[in-house]
């Protein structure tokens, strides 16, 4: 059975640095993108970034260009997303997801596997 579990998500001020972690199990792990999606109280589920197989293609949403940076580690199963210089508007819930992308590396319906989510908190 396919399993993403995130980690590494929690309280920050303003300006500041988190990583959070999926780890991912019962998939051919190279086989697939994987993506960052996150969702805000009130608000609807908004695509972060991803990455593809081999993870030299990466795909980034405006609002984290510049700041978010999307990795992924074979050997171990995992991917990881850098955030830096954290904003209030970055507070949300953040998934991981995995599929078989065909043609919207950026849309949620194109992922097919998902994590419960890890709670990310920008608050001065």
């Known amino acids: 059975q396919v399993q993403l579990v995130e980690s590494g998500g929690g309280l920050v001020q303003p300006g500041g640095s988190l990583r959070v972690s999926c780890a991912a199990s019962?998939?051919?792990?190279?086989?697939?993108?994987m993506g960052w999606f996150r969702q805000g109280s009130g608000k609807e589920r908004e695509f972060v970034s991803s990455?593809?197989?081999?993870?030299?293609?990466?795909y980034y949403a405006d609002s984290v260009k510049g700041r978010f940076s999307i990795s992924r580690e074979s050997a171990e199963t995992t991917m990881y997303l850098q955030m830096n210089n954290l904003t209030p508007a970055d507070t949300a819930v953040y998934y991981c997801?995995?599929?078989?992308?065909?043609?919207?590396?950026?849309?949620?319906?194109?992922?097919?596997?998902w994590g419960q989510g890890t709670q990310v908190t920008v608050s001065s």
């Open positions: 997801a995995a599929g078989v992308v065909i043609s919207g590396e950026r849309s949620s319906a194109e992922y097919t596997a």
């Open positions: 990455i593809n197989w081999s993870g030299r293609a990466t």
């Open positions: 019962g998939f051919t792990f190279t086989n697939y993108y």
